[in-house]
């Protein structure tokens, strides 16, 4: 069967997908479409690619992508409203050209092409995702506001802020179904079509432990358990790296990942500035441009652009992060605590699950982020034993899954 993966977006976007791709490839023939700039890490892993024109990184380190970062809620939907809308084209584009011979199709939510790809070829697709916001529940809202709970029925309508953030676009993605596929107009309330003799199904890669599957989900939605991509064994770390952790106690690992900062220097110094405070040694990450390069600080930090997290996060005492699904994913597995210093998107609601099931301290928001909110934090994690406990506990069930296991039997089950 060959089974097309349509997905965009950071690091942590494309990992998980890449994931299982790797796990499907045995039985399968698969391509992943997606940013051109994990065009060689794709094709390293065996993996046939075809890229999209949308550079998503060039985006993020824009002043519209940063303006988006740093938004509220409703400015980011403003934002990317206006963004976004002349760029879907050549996204709805490029996907359809790189699904001609699919025999199924796997996608991430903001692909907007494959429901529509999918009931042109007739075929079977699933959507994949690493939060709870598309299928409705009575049990929490729509994960973009965390911290309310708007009663059961107020809670399902909370979903259709979906079919109105769906709106703007509607008229482009119809003449696109009209004039491209040869399909006639669909209402933006239609979202579950039939495909290849199937409904599309809604795939969660992320663990139940974390967020209890709600009851009144569908038998076409479930939280399958995190994708991890097994470990490259050729990776051998830098001895100064070694070195460094070998030399005093465990440090404290910072990373914003895939997101930048207006003022990365400044960032950078209030991180170094808590670590010292509270007398943590810190190893920083770079990302795509979040945090400044901190010279090595001798023994008490350590600078580094990228290394696997499956081999550096057991090393470590805690995290702290921006609550990207990718890092949350990892740090949650390794059994370690930790800080969310959410930008925006999905990472707000992380960051309030990461405190609500007890494995790190409320989170604080980017724009709020300060040398003593930092220091506070690390100390009520370094004084509160009952951090690392819960996190390790939760650690041992997450490695006792096997979300890839699961996902790649339901394929199989059902649609081949």
């Known amino acids: 069967m060959n089974i097309t993966i349509l997905t965009l977006g950071t690091r942590g976007d494309i990992v998980p997908f890449v994931a299982l791709a790797c796990a499907l ?8 479409v997606t940013n051109s700039n994990f065009e060689s890490f794709i094709t390293g892993k065996g993996i046939k690619f075809a890229p999209l024109s949308f ?7 824009s002043p519209e ?4 970062i740093e938004g509220n809620v409703i400015q980011n939907l403003k934002s990317i409203k206006t963004t976004f ?13 790189a699904s001609q011979d699919s025999d199924m199709l796997i996608y991430h ?3 907007l092409a494959g429901s529509h790809i999918a009931e042109r070829l007739d075929i079977p697709a699933v959507m994949a995702t690493y939060w709870p916001f598309i299928t409705p529940t009575r049990e929490f809202p729509i994960p973009y506001f965390p911290n309310l709970n708007l009663g059961g029925f107020l809670n399902w309508c909370s979903y259709y802020l979906l079919v109105f953030q769906m709106l703007p676009y509607q008229n482009i993605i119809n003449t696109w179904r009209e004039k491209s596929l040869g399909l006639p107009p669909r209402s933006v309330f239609k979202t579950n079509p039939i495909c290849g003799g199937h409904p599309i199904y809604n795939l969660y890669f992320y663990s139940p432990h974390v967020i ?8 076409t939605a479930f939280a399958t358990g995190y994708w991890f991509l097994k470990n490259d064994e050729t990776w051998q770390p830098p001895l100064e790296l070694t070195d460094f952790l070998n030399a005093g106690e465990p440090p404290i690992y910072v990373c914003f990942g895939s997101m930048t900062s207006r003022n990365a220097e400044k960032l950078t110094r209030c991180i170094v500035s808590a670590l010292k405070k509270t007398n943590q040694r810190g190893i920083i990450a770079s990302g795509w441009g979040g945090l400044q390069d901190c010279d090595k600080y001798s023994e008490t930090f350590f600078a580094v652009d990228e290394v696997p997290y499956d081999w550096l996060f057991p090393k470590v005492k805690a995290l702290i992060h921006h ?4 890092t949350l994913a990892y740090g949650l597995r390794s059994g370690k605590p930790s800080i969310v210093c959410p930008f925006f998107s999905d990472q707000p609601f992380w960051g309030e699950t990461i405190k609500k099931i007890g494995v790190g301290p409320p989170p604080i928001r980017q724009k709020d982020l300060s040398e003593e909110k930092l220091i506070s934090a690390i100390n009520e994690i370094l004084r509160n034993p009952e951090y690392t406990a819960k996190a390790t506990d939760l650690g041992e069930k997450i490695r006792s899954e096997n979300g890839l296991d699961r996902a790649v039997q339901f394929i199989s089950q059902t649609f081949c």
């Open 25 to 32: 490839k045995k039985d399968h023939s698969v391509t992943i």
């Open 55 to 61: 550079d998503f990184r060039q985006f993020l380190n």
């Open 65 to 68: 992508g940063k303006k988006i």
């Open 85 to 97: 809308r002349p760029l879907i084209k050549s996204i709805l584009d490029d996907a359809w050209n």
């Open 109 to 111: 939510p903001v692909i």
């Open 212 to 219: 209890p599957t709600p009851k009144d989900w569908p038998p």
């Open 323 to 326: 609550g990207g699904s990718g």
